[in-house]
Every structure is written in C-alpha cells, then in structure tokens.
C-alpha cells in the first residue's frame, strides 16, 4: 500500500473522559483513566498522589474550605477574561505524557506546555474538553491494557481474598 | 510614626513537623523580629522547596505553571500578602497587574508563596497575622531548633 496515499490520523483529537482515578498497589502514585467517549480506547496515565488527589476532588466535586491550587489557576483565568478551551495530551517519550492547555482570551490564543495531572485537574474545574491525539493513543503501552485495568479495579474495590 | 500595617518577610527556610506530619515555612521579618510560621502539606512544601533552591524540574510543575500562565498574558504579580489567620487556616491574597488593572485573587499562603519565589515577587504579612501568631511557646520552639534541623526537604 501506498502510504503517502492514505489520510495522516495521527495528529486526529479524540475526546477523553475521565473515569477513575486509581491506587497504584504499594507505591505513591495514582492512575488516571481516560476513556473515549465511546469506551473504545482506554488511556491510563500515572501520576504522583498529590496530583491524583487534585483530580479526584474535581471529579468529585468537593468544594475545599480554602482554594486549590487548581482552583487558583482557575480563578486567574476568570479574573483575567482567560477562557481555557481545551486540554490535549499531546506526546509520550519515554513513558512521560505530555500536554497542552489552549486558552483563549480577546481573540487571543495561547498554548501553554503542562503535565497532564495539571492539564486535567484544570480542565475538569473548567469544564473543558479533554483530548488525545491518535498518535499518543496507539503508542500507549497497550498489551492487555483493559484487562489489566479490568482486574485493578476489581483489586481495588473488593477484599483480596488470600 | 503610625505602626506599619504589613510587613516584608522573607522565607527563611522549611522544617519537617513530625508531631503533625506537615512542614512548616518560616517567614521572619528583615530585622529578624518577627516571625510567622506556616504549616503546610508535603506537596506544598515541595512546591516552596523546589523554588527555593533554584530547581528547574524536567516538566512543569503546577506553580511553574501557574507562572507561565500569567507570563503568556503579560499578567505580572506586584506582591503576595499572607492577610488572616482563622482557626489555623491561614489566608493569602496575590496581587496581579494585568492591562493597567489592579486584581486581587484569593489563594492559599502556600500557593501564593511558591508564586512569589518564582516570580520574584514580595512577600508580606499584615500585622494583624502577625500579632495573632505569637504564640511564646512555639518562638521558644523554634529557637531550640538546631541549624540542622532546617534541613532539605526530602522527596
């Protein structure tokens, strides 16, 4: 087959949403599950406890007495006429996840390089969208990806039995 | 002379709390008079540690930002004020100037201070913060502490 010839999807978004935030057994790191919207393609990305933390209080809409960090980042943005319109993971080297946040403010646009455990910490609280270019979602390390994420789960939520 | 109403600090260092399992960051005055310490959590001090000394992480961190944030805007921070103290709970105000507009952003000390030691912005405390905190107890506390005990964080 003619490569050349066939259309470029790699730099295609696909919408994500985000469905847990996991415990990684013994280590101090969370799992953040992105699932395409129609569940076809399941995105995990580790992040540190502090950034797994800020995600899950967004998804679970807890209102803290005092402001996040994120929140802060949020409120700039509302003080400023900063609307933030989407969040991309954009890359993965080495097993490090890259993305960009896209603001838009007077027909300005912006795109700032973040981690994404603060792109998608950020994007929840704004309510913005969350994608993955297909390039990022066919190089995931993938082999029996959901399998896996399947049994953690179960893992997570029910006793172990001995 | 009418008293002062804020005061400049400079952070002075980060101790571990093993009874709370927390940091606490040590604000002292130019003079060394007063002092205001702050307890915050292992992320947050990691955050003012990371700044402190000078660490450029691999990737942004989220104050990082938070910096290039305000920076892609030209929205430059004029100064951090740790205003209130409530029940422990500290509360902190950052000062922007974005188009000729003065805003005033409600935050938590920890994340203003982060911010202040990566845009180099000033950082005060208002007296009444300052007053609220003087607790002989734990100034003795903290002078018995030896130099080593202001020791690097550890990750």
Redesign the interface.
């Known amino acids: 087959m003619d490569a050349a010839k066939q259309p470029d999807t790699s730099s295609e978004l696909v919408a994500l949403s985000v469905k847990q935030v996991l415990d990684d057994g013994n280590t101090d790191t969370r799992i953040v599950v992105l699932k395409s919207d129609d569940a076809g393609v399941t995105l995990p990305i580790w992040v540190?406890?502090?950034e797994g933390n800020a995600i899950r209080l967004a998804m679970d809409h807890v209102v803290t007495?005092?402001?996040?960090?994120?929140d802060?980042?949020r409120?700039?943005?509302d003080?400023?006429g900063?609307r933030i319109e989407r969040v991309v993971i954009t890359d993965v080297k080495s097993s490090?996840y890259?993305a960009s946040?896209a603001?838009a403010?007077k027909g300005?646009h912006?795109t700032?390089?973040?981690?994404p455990s603060?792109a998608i910490a950020l994007a929840l609280r704004a309510g913005c969208p969350i994608y993955a270019t297909q390039d990022v979602l066919n190089r995931r390390t993938a082999v029996h990806l959901d399998a896996w994420i399947n049994r953690l789960d179960t893992n997570n939520t029910e006793t172990q039995q001995a | 002379m009418l008293p002062a109403v804020i005061t400049q600090m400079r952070v002075k260092g980060l101790i571990f709390d093993p009874y709370n399992n927390a940091y606490i960051v040590v604000l002292r005055d130019e003079d060394n008079s007063d002092m205001l310490p702050i307890w915050v959590?292992?992320?947050e001090a990691s955050?003012i540690g990371l700044a402190l000394e000078s660490v450029t992480a691999p990737?942004?961190?989220?104050?990082d930002?938070?910096r290039?944030?305000?920076d892609?805007?030209d929205?430059k921070i004029i100064s951090v004020v740790i205003t209130d103290l409530n029940d422990n709970?500290y509360?902190a105000t950052?000062h922007?100037m974005?188009e000729d507009s003065e805003?005033t952003?409600?935050?938590?000390p920890s994340?203003a201070i982060a911010l202040a030691l990566r845009t180099s912005a000033p950082i005060f405390a208002s007296e009444k913060v300052i007053k609220k905190q003087s607790s002989e107890e734990l100034e003795q506390w903290l002078e018995n502490l030896k130099p080593e005990d202001f020791g690097k964080l550890d990750t």
């Open positions: 540190g406890s502090a007495p005092r402001p996040m960090s994120h802060l980042i409120s700039f943005a003080h400023l900063v490090t890259y946040i603001l403010s300005l912006r700032l390089d973040a981690r603060d | 959590g292992k992320s955050a990737r942004p961190m989220t104050h930002l938070m290039s944030f305000l892609t805007f929205a709970t509360f950052i922007l974005y805003y952003v409600d935050s938590r994340d």
